[in-house]
């Protein structure tokens, strides 16, 4: 699945794709996609802050590293899943969603 | 011997006071730096029962921390609105969030409900508002309970009363901090002399490059006096060397500050003969340019006829960080750029606000355990001019065991850093073993130690 898309490093951002809510984080020059539900509170973690490569959960605060799904704080417990993401150029990404 | 009949408190060592050598520096210091405050304050020992005893740690939680102003955080670890840390002290936990107004509030980091604490011990993050994790109780980043689930179940709370409990939180100079006393003086008034100092210290905005947490098997007290007083450093650091001394000086403001201040790239006072100044020039070099951006090993500077190895390397600091960092440090003066500067603020926040040595340090009793505590060690550097500054960087945390060299960060540093604290599980040890009761002092390049003691013991006198 393509999806046009723009980041600068350091930004992100929710995108629905195959129905699947998905987080997409650029850091540096990689794009990395997540789930974009928090695998604790189900809140969105596009509404975080992303403080170096972990993304905070805005509810509770839980924080994964988006560049491994990792869980890297609590209260969250569970890791988020991760998907491949391919940089096309022109802005243009595409994620493996299946 | 020394001169038993000179008035005690008055001998000095040997040489060149630190007045003295930077009264000859060529960019002159500020009165800040020629001030010196010290006074007698008895020579009887200290009871080893301060480190070691629960009772007295307790006493402590009790009376002595719900009273004080503590450094909680930097405005650099909550730079945007929603940005929170928490901040711990023995069992209390205290949530530090940015509201919507950019104001930062300090509230009992706890649910009104089942009283859950809301953000980990040690946490910082973002949030939109602050939910308990446990049934959803949410409160607006002002405290107020915005949002009570099932609210039917509980017609017997009243909302507008059930905020999150607030706590004093005040800021000087980008430094957050809180106070559990309603009653307390405003944070200036407590910090005494540090606000006027400061004003005539270089004013550049700064910003955290480094924070490490160390674990270190002491008493708070104790671990701290570790960094009071220079006279370890012939030993500790220097192999027993007497050529390492220090020239020296230590003062007491008030009830809560202290300071001490010592020479970098000065001859030692009681230096015999002494040395030239690009013999110094070379020491300065090989033990110092790591602080100078860009600096190289064989690029040691020549010191020209009638010129100090220090004003000489200071210039140089400044050039080099003026460039750097966009910002002109011209003006500042010798002993501000490159001098150990230490001022200690009751009960436990060090500052060193030189250009080359801007540290700063806090210490915390580990829980209630008398013989541990936590070392928190800050580094900061100018924010770069044109944007704001970078926010604050997570923790690096330390174990009992660990050593400072494991984080490539803290630089020539850490070896410093690791002596420091490489004596106090021998001291601690030492408290239990001793066949004294107290700690014998120096009189005065111990002053502050002696001081510390003193306006803790105020403290759990009620006074």
């Known amino acids: 699945m393509r999806v046009k898309l723009k980041l600068e490093p350091g930004e992100h951002t929710g995108v629905t794709l195959d129905g699947k809510d998905i987080l997409v984080v650029r850091i540096g020059e990689t794009y990395h996609a997540l789930d974009n539900k928090c695998s604790h509170g189900k809140a969105r973690l596009s509404e975080g802050r992303l403080r170096g490569t972990n993304i905070i959960c805005p509810r509770h605060g839980g924080s994964f590293d988006v560049t491994t799904g990792k869980c890297t704080g609590r209260p969250a417990l569970l890791d988020q899943n991760t998907y491949p993401v391919k940089d096309e150029g022109d802005g243009v990404i595409s994620l493996e969603t299946a | ?463």
Request: charged share 20%; glycine share 6%.
């Open chain 2, 1 to 463: 011997m020394a001169n038993k009949q000179a008035s005690p408190g008055s001998a000095r060592m040997p040489g060149p006071s630190y007045r003295e050598l930077i009264t000859r520096d060529n960019t002159p210091p500020p009165g800040a730096l020629l001030t010196e405050q010290y006074t007698f304050a008895g020579d009887n020992d200290i009871a080893f029962a301060n480190y070691t005893s629960q009772d007295y740690a307790e006493l402590e939680f009790a009376r002595m921390w719900p009273k004080v102003w503590q450094w909680a955080c930097h405005e650099t670890h909550l730079p945007e609105t929603g940005d929170y840390c928490v901040y711990d002290i023995g069992n209390a936990s205290v949530l530090l969030v940015r509201n919507s107004a950019g104001a930062v509030n300090a509230f009992v980091n706890a649910c009104m409900h089942r009283a859950t604490q809301l953000k980990a011990s040690g946490s910082c993050g973002f949030v939109n508002a602050i939910t308990c994790p446990f049934h959803g109780w949410t409160y607006d980043l002002d405290g107020n309970l915005a949002e009570l689930p099932h609210d039917w179940d509980f017609p017997h709370v009243d909302q507008a009363g059930s905020g999150l409990r607030r706590i004093r939180c005040e800021i000087w100079n980008g430094f957050v901090f809180v106070n559990f006393d309603p009653q307390a003086v405003p944070l200036e008034d407590y910090l005494e002399v540090l606000p006027d100092h400061f004003e005539q210290l270089p004013q550049h905005p700064r910003e955290i490059t480094l924070h490490i947490e160390k674990h270190l098997p002491a008493n708070w007290k104790a671990s701290q006096e570790a960094f009071l007083e220079l006279y370890h450093v012939r030993e500790t650091h220097a192999g027993g060397h007497p050529e390492t001394d220090l020239a020296a000086q230590y003062d007491v403001f008030g009830k809560h500050v202290s300071r001490f201040m010592h020479t970098i790239g000065a001859p030692c006072p009681m230096a015999n003969p002494v040395p030239s100044e690009q013999v110094l020039m070379k020491r300065l070099w090989r033990e110092e340019k790591n602080w100078i951006p860009g600096a190289e090993e064989d690029d040691v500077p020549t010191v020209p006829e009638n010129e100090t190895a220090r004003d000489v390397y200071s210039a140089l600091l400044k050039r080099r960080f003026s460039e750097t960092y966009g910002h002109d440090f011209s003006n500042v003066s010798t002993a501000a750029a490159i001098d150990s500067i230490q001022y200690f603020v009751f009960p436990n926040f060090f500052l060193f606000p030189g250009l080359s040595l801007n540290i700063a340090y806090r210490f915390r009793p580990k829980l209630n355990n008398p013989d541990q505590c936590l070392f928190d060690l800050f580094y900061f550097q100018p924010t770069p001019a044109g944007r704001s500054p970078n926010q604050a960087p997570e923790p690096i945390r330390l174990g009992l065991d660990d050593s400072f060299t494991q984080v490539p960060e803290v630089g020539h540093m850490a070896r410093i850093f690791d002596e420091d604290t490489g004596n106090l599980r021998a001291q601690t040890n030492g408290f239990k073993i001793s066949a004294k009761t107290g700690a014998t002092l120096g009189n005065y390049q111990e002053i502050r130690i002696r001081h510390l003691h003193q306006t803790n013991t105020r403290y759990l006198s009620n006074e």
